[in-house]
């Protein structure tokens, strides 16, 4: 009966009831409508409680005060454990905490674990939570804040997962593997495109060989990247700038099988009076060295089945296996090109007319032959070369070794292509836009004066050629021969040649 008393006594002033706000449980003081919050069984157990009660306190007066006051330590150890029990009776939801992802770092060659979807720990167990790191987390790629929830932690950063963005095509990286180019991430597809190699001939992707090595080879001068089995199936070359025809342009076929790509097509030299012209600018620049050509000697243009033939019936001279140019001083009959040919159904020669040419020895010299279809500025090279020898000749040089001859020609060959190149880069841009323009129209048109783009690469190449020969007699002969013209001069040079046979050092 005390236990009773004590309890509703007490509740009088420290009535508990239990809420709930904002998911969260707290504890609060209620003394309105508390008898709304019992039953009929609850109301009839406190009614015979509070007569009880008053029956004591009729018989009891004058002590209330005592016993308000008078608690012992186990009557309040026995109402916080009910109040404690009260509490308990109903306990709060479990609510699911997601749980924080993982992240993981990434790396070029090992498969980056991106961010699984968000878990939740179901409500019948108890919950792991996961704190955020201290400090305020800020994505690398917007600048905001990261909050809870999905994020990355790459390249020392951490990123929303949709800021976390290919630096080629700026799309988020949703897949599990990733590539890194100066420090910047990329799709796999989109590194791969950008700075995996593609074969300039067939456009694929260049393999890898079985070390897993990327194998391909180049040009050493164009840089030309193909690959490796482009060398023994049959894929032609330019016969000029040397490069690989790509499978999606068709390069010119002339009549003698030899291929020539459409920027060399577009200066290139096909009948002899064409040819005329370049032989005059070449005349006027040996003039402007002082090294006049008294003798008008014959300027052919031909083709390669006319030249071998002619080579055979020739004596005196020394040539490549490729031969492209010939001074002649035998006296035989050439058949030479008369008239420009045409380019016919899949870019093959046709039409080309062509008439024999009777050679008389008036002089030492009796023509020059130049193989046709090269460009203008390499078959310029060929006649710059072939002029010298006609001139060593005319002057009376005599039993000179082939590295000394070879070596000298190269040497005019190689200055008349420096002449050419500075005189282009010279040009006013007006002019330069006017022979680009004019280029287009006709293979003739590209003459002394400015160059296009490709041109100047081309001379460029033609020297590079000259420079690197691994042939004794012209690559060795030309380095022994440049740097003593550099040195002393040409005319000193060819004294002294014709004094002694040899370069001065």
Excluded at 1 to 16: D, H, L, Q, T, Y
Excluded at 107 to 118: G, L, N, T
Excluded at 404 to 409: A, F, H, M, R, Y
């Amino acid at each position: 009966m005390s236990w009773f008393k004590e309890i509703f006594k007490g509740s009088v002033n420290r009535r508990v009831s239990r809420g709930h706000y904002d998911g969260d449980w707290h504890e609060g003081h209620s003394s309105d409508h508390i008898r709304d919050t019992y039953d009929d069984s609850d109301n009839e157990d406190m009614d015979r409680a509070i007569a009880l009660s008053l029956a004591e306190e009729d018989q009891n007066k004058g002590k209330a005060a005592a016993i308000d006051t008078d608690y012992n330590l186990e009557e309040d150890e026995q109402l916080a454990r009910a109040l404690q029990e009260s509490l308990n009776a109903e306990s709060p939801p479990r609510r699911n905490v997601p749980i924080e992802d993982v992240p993981v770092p990434p790396r070029w060659d090992v498969p980056v674990e991106r961010v699984p979807p968000q878990q939740y720990v179901p409500a019948n167990e108890p919950p792991t939570l996961v704190y955020p790191q201290s400090g305020s987390r800020i994505c690398a790629g917007c600048h905001n804040p990261i909050g809870h929830g999905r994020f990355l932690s790459c390249m020392g950063s951490v990123w929303h997962p949709q800021c976390f963005r290919c630096f080629a095509c700026n799309k988020p990286i949703s897949e599990y593997e990733f590539a890194m180019h100066d420090d910047q991430p990329y799709h796999k597809s989109c590194y791969k495109e950008f700075f995996h190699p593609k074969c300039d001939v067939c456009n694929n992707f260049i393999s890898t060989n079985r070390d897993g090595l990327i194998e391909y080879r180049a040009h050493p001068f164009w840089m030309q990247k193909y690959c490796p089995s482009h060398e023994d199936d049959g894929t032609p070359r330019c016969c000029s700038c040397e490069r690989m025809e790509p499978r999606e342009i068709k390069y010119i076929t002339l009549d003698d099988g030899r291929k020539l790509c459409l920027e060399c097509l577009t200066s290139s030299v096909m009948d002899t009076p064409e040819c005329q012209h370049l032989y005059m600018d070449i005349q006027e620049f040996f003039e402007g060295l002082n090294m006049k050509v008294e003798q008008q000697i014959p300027l052919l243009l031909v083709e390669r089945q006319a030249l071998n033939e002619a080579l055979e019936a020739e004596k005196n001279g020394h040539h490549l296996p490729e031969t492209r140019g010939l001074c002649l001083s035998e006296e035989q009959i050439v058949r030479t090109i008369l008239k420009r040919p045409k380019i016919g159904p899949g870019n093959r020669i046709i039409d080309m007319i062509i008439g024999p040419y009777k050679l008389s020895r008036l002089c030492e010299v009796t023509a020059i032959l130049i193989l046709y279809g090269l460009p203008r500025l390499q078959t310029g090279s060929i006649l710059a070369h072939e002029m010298m020898h006609a001139y060593l000749r005319l002057k009376g040089f005599r039993n000179l070794s082939i590295e000394v001859e070879e070596g000298i020609c190269q040497v005019l060959a190689y200055l008349w292509l420096e002449s050419e190149i500075i005189a282009g880069s010279s040009s006013n841009v007006a002019s330069s836009s006017e022979s680009s323009s004019s280029s287009s129209s006709g293979p003739t048109s590209s003459k002394k004066g400015a160059k296009t783009e490709f041109e100047k690469k081309l001379g460029a190449f033609i020297k590079h050629q000259i420079e690197t020969d691994s042939s004794e007699a012209y690559g060795g002969g030309f380095r022994a021969g440049y740097p003593a013209v550099e040195r002393y001069g040409l005319k000193r040079t060819l004294d002294h040649i014709k004094l002694t046979g040899t370069f001065p050092y």
